[in-house]
């Protein structure tokens, strides 16, 4: 390595250590005034002055001789390989006392040294290269974790007023396959995933169905965690609640104030002042500053069509976009003030936050020196907006910078665009290296939402454990960036796919109990082996780039093709030979080694598993097929020897297929064969 390069190598660490440990934010620190551990852990963990002397002698000593400015050295993260064509813009506060030798401590440090996840077991191989589409950068880029293989991943969830639909799970089902596919290319994933729990909309529901905020939202919020269970979706680390962080959102606040991006309206609302931010509504979009008039969102719903509800009653509202009350017609909100007219008492806090502010006194020797004076502030009485609890969240639970974060397409403005001005503004730091975003689920030729009225839950859409598996295919086998469209058509087309793979699976599973050992039955020049190999090589290649998931199902399906063939073969050789004494041998080699990758492939596709019973819209127990076998569903032990059946008339296996519909029948239950389609099953 070049003392260019090694240069640049170390400064990447000294430079993160005092990102974390050296922000400005120190200066007019807020101490979060609570019962639980958080601010003494923070100050166990602040640097002695010792440690902050010798990491800023070696900054300083390393620029130096490298021709670099300390500014320079702040820019050198991990992953800015990945952030080339994006430069983030420090606000003077930060960057004039980002290196200075006081005793700063970024207040918003600590939540990276308390929430890092501990692998279980070390990894003993570097993780092979993940691809994906950068929505920052606008091109497919190397995921370059900053202290790999350890991954840090945030996602926005959902808004618990109501179910979630189909749509918003092909966001989350995104998320896991990007998990899945981390943790099988050797990545430790830590993610966080919010849950917004208190807003206009939740307010709203709350006074139409004259219910507390606790109970509406927990009764979503547990929908939402059944719904997660039964697309077999890998939990997050964490769900926080927005309730649950109000203090955090605080505190946020007020290191934005300190780096002069907040003010407090009149009326004592708290707002983002875009202005000031430099590249405000340039990094996951292009916006036109002059294209964002006062009052747009009136034409776009939100906060403007609110308070054209409002009107009428001639009572004014905040909005999370737009208001009157602000300094600048782009000003976001942070904090809303409370309206007695509209908000209700168990959905606004007053948060008591405490400040540490330097002041300059002269000693008796009439030398200037420094003091560090606690004052107590209030935000105010209100709630948070909506853009504010995401970036609270991640710095808590993730820290000032992380490596990826996921979302709808629909949220890369206004959402996302804010989370990068709060964010960036209050820790001084990149916020994230890496934005990933799905497209849309569309019905017919339009989004998928419930502004629209045509959406439809998970329950609703897929109320058999058939269905609820066939979408989990469907999705998880479509390229995530582009629209889906769901249709009977596309769900009929992954419920037949999913037949297929149960159908070769169950071959293969009893074949593989009749010959135990399996290694001596078949020529050790298995084709299906090489087969096997070919593919698992091309579906790894497939979902390193980019999540290719077509690409990878086409290789899943080449699999089982070759399994099929083999099973045809055999049936084939029965039928035209009559060999006395002498069965034709499948190649047990090469259907165990199936059998293996199929496994394999499905620790990221995740579709081979048992949909868990679920209630259904009303609250009523239903959703799988087990819970309707009285209104005609079949039991699962039944399509078992349906899929039996079916496959042994595949193979021309006469007698067999003879045999299984009698047992069939036996369990009160009759087959029809339909030319060309799957055999319908029916109660006597």
């Known amino acids: ?146 202290a790999s293989p350890q991954i840090s991943m945030y996602t926005c969830g959902p808004t618990v007023y109501d179910s979630a639909h189909v749509g918003n799970f092909r966001a989350f089902l995104t998320y896991d396959i990007l998990k899945r596919t981390l943790l099988y290319l050797g990545y430790n994933v830590d993610h966080i995933c919010n849950l917004t729990d208190v807003d206009d909309k939740i307010i709203n529901k709350c006074n139409a169905e004259s219910i507390s905020l606790q109970e509406l939202t927990d009764t979503y919020t547990n929908a939402f965690f059944e719904d997660l269970e039964a697309l077999n979706i890998i939990k997050a680390r964490a769900y926080p609640r927005a309730t649950e962080h109000i203090d955090e959102m605080a505190k946020l606040i007020l290191d934005l104030e300190q780096n002069g991006l907040a003010y407090q309206s009149d009326e004592g609302s708290w707002y983002f002042s875009v202005s000031k931010k430099e590249g405000y509504g340039t990094n996951l979009v292009q916006l036109d500053p002059d294209q964002l008039k006062k009052g747009a969102s009136s034409t776009t719903g939100g906060g403007g069509a609110q ?7 001639g009572m004014a509202l905040d909005a999370d976009e737009y208001d009157a009350e602000k300094e600048g017609v782009r000003d976001f909100c942070l904090w809303k003030a409370y309206k007695p007219e509209f908000d209700r008492e168990d959905a606004i806090w007053d948060p008591v936050v405490e400040v540490v502010v330097k002041t300059a006194n002269t000693n008796g020797d009439g030398e200037e020196e420094e003091e560090e004076v606690v004052q107590t502030r209030h935000i105010g009485k209100g709630r948070p907006g909506w853009h504010l609890e995401c970036s609270a969240m991640a710095r808590k639970y993730l820290g000032p910078t992380i490596d990826l974060h996921a979302g709808g397409i629909d949220l890369k403005f206004p959402h996302h665009e804010n989370e990068i001005a709060q964010s960036e503004g209050a820790n001084c730091a990149p916020f994230c290296n890496c934005w990933v975003h799905n497209g849309f689920v569309n019905i017919g030729d339009e989004k998928m939402s419930k502004s629209k009225g045509n959406f439809l839950t998970l329950r609703k859409a897929c109320p058999t454990a058939e269905d609820v598996r066939a979408y989990r295919y469907l999705v998880v086998s479509s390229q995530y960036r582009n629209p889906l469209s769901f249709t009977e058509a596309a769900l009929g087309a992954a419920k037949g796919a999913l037949k297929r793979l149960d159908r070769i699976q169950v071959m293969i599973d009893d074949v593989l109990k009749n010959n135990e050992d399996s290694s001596s039955s078949s020529d050790t020049t298995s084709a299906i082996v090489a087969t096997v190999e070919k593919e698992l090589a091309n579906f790894e ?118 045999s299984l519909r009698a047992k069939i029948t036996e369990l009160g239950f009759a087959v029809k064969d339909v030319k060309g389609g799957d055999p319908i099953v029916s109660k006597v």
Request: hydrophobic fraction near 35%.
């Open 1 to 146: 390595m070049t003392h260019k390069r090694w240069t640049k190598s170390l400064l990447h660490h000294v430079a993160e250590l005092i990102v974390a440990f050296h922000s400005p934010s120190r200066v007019y620190s807020p101490t979060i005034v609570s019962s639980h551990s958080e601010q003494q852990q923070q100050k166990n963990m602040r640097f002695t002055t010792a440690s902050r002397i010798i990491l800023l002698t070696a900054a300083s000593s390393l620029c130096f001789h490298s021709s670099l400015t300390a500014v320079d050295a702040f820019h050198l993260t991990p992953s800015s390989s990945s952030l080339s064509s994006r430069t983030t813009t420090i606000p003077p506060s930060c960057r004039t006392t980002h290196f200075t030798s006081s005793s700063t401590t970024c207040s918003s440090s600590t939540s990276l040294q308390s929430s890092a996840t501990t692998p279980t077991q070390q990894q003993q191989d570097e993780p092979k290269q993940l691809q994906l589409y950068n929505s920052l950068t606008r091109t497919k880029t190397p995921v370059t974790p900053i």
């Open 307 to 313: 308070r054209a509800a409002a009107a009428g009653s």
């Open 541 to 658: 290649v497939a979902i390193a780039d980019d999540l290719s998931m077509p690409r990878a199902s086409a290789c899943l399906f080449s699999i089982v093709k070759a399994a099929e063939k083999e099973f045809k073969r055999v049936a084939k050789l029965k039928k035209e030979e009559d060999l006395e004494g002498e069965t034709p041998s499948l190649d047990m080699v090469g259907l165990v080694r199936v059998q293996d990758a199929l496994k394999q492939m499905d620790q990221v596709f995740g579709i081979y598993y048992e949909v868990p019973q679920v209630k259904g819209e009303e609250g009523a127990a239903g959703g799988t097929d087990d819970d309707n076998v009285n209104d005609g569903a079949v039991p699962e032990d039944v399509m078992d020897l349906v899929v039996q059946r079916t496959a042994a008339k595949d193979a021309k296996d006469w007698e067999l297929a003879d």
